[in-house]
């Protein structure tokens, strides 16, 4: 509380998981003590609500078998849990974000796909959950639609999808047919109304390019070249 000056430690005994040692075999093969009390955790990114009123933590746990994504209710300092990954190799907070309805989406592995969901804090809705990756993630202003990149027809060719939140109308916007990962999307966002959106690209024996894409057909309005 910034302006009370006052600090409050939250919580997080409560974390399905966290009292769990994934490395309890081992301990005991050599002969170590038991792990006490709950694992101990990073913080990844902290998002805030639109109302101000709490906040979306991610949270590592240090031994890179867990990560939690929780909602900190600032009033009175209480956590709760909204989503947790698990994984015997190694499990790291994805990017997430809120909705203008207060709802958070989030990415996950848990399909063996980069995939995208949607929470209220109670039920978790699927937006897109393979057989591709989903990644680099962006959401027009009233939070209707997602674009994003995507490698539907081959693990290599990469073009921007979009789909609505409920998960219907799942398309590809572009036919730009790069190999690799060529679609860089992190930099360039659809239009505020979202009938356009701007994507920077490369093939092979291209260098990056910068295209306008009109999300309703696809057709290329105009690209660079350079």
Not at 9 to 38: N, W, Y
Request: net charge negative.
């Amino acid at each position: 509380d910034v302006t009370e000056a006052r600090a409050q430690v939250l919580d997080l005994s409560g974390l399905p998981g966290i009292m769990d040692d994934p490395f309890a075999a081992e301990r005991t093969a050599q002969h170590l003590p038991p792990l006490v009390g709950p694992r101990g955790v990073t913080i990844g990114l902290v998002r805030w609500s639109p109302d101000g009123t709490s906040a979306v933590v991610s949270l590592n746990a240090i031994d890179g078998k867990d990560s939690w994504l929780i909602e900190v209710d600032t009033a009175i300092g209480k956590v709760h849990s909204l989503w947790r990954e698990t994984s015997p190799a190694i499990a790291v907070s994805q990017p997430f974000g809120f909705l203008p309805d207060g709802r958070v989406w989030f990415q996950s592995e848990k399909a063996g796909w980069f995939g995208l969901y949607l929470t209220d804090g109670t039920t978790v809705s699927t937006v897109v959950e393979g057989p591709f990756e989903a990644t680099e993630i962006h959401w027009t202003a009233d939070g209707s639609r997602a674009f994003f990149r995507c490698n539907r027809n081959e693990p290599v060719d990469y073009e921007v999808c979009t789909v609505r939140a409920d998960g219907s109308d799942l398309r590809e916007v572009t036919a730009l047919d790069g190999v690799g990962a060529p679609i860089a999307f992190d930099v360039v966002l659809p239009s505020p109304d979202a009938t356009q959106i701007a994507v920077k690209f490369s093939g092979g024996y291209m260098p990056v390019q910068l295209a306008l894409i009109d999300t309703a057909s696809g057709a290329e309005i105009g690209r660079t070249d350079t």
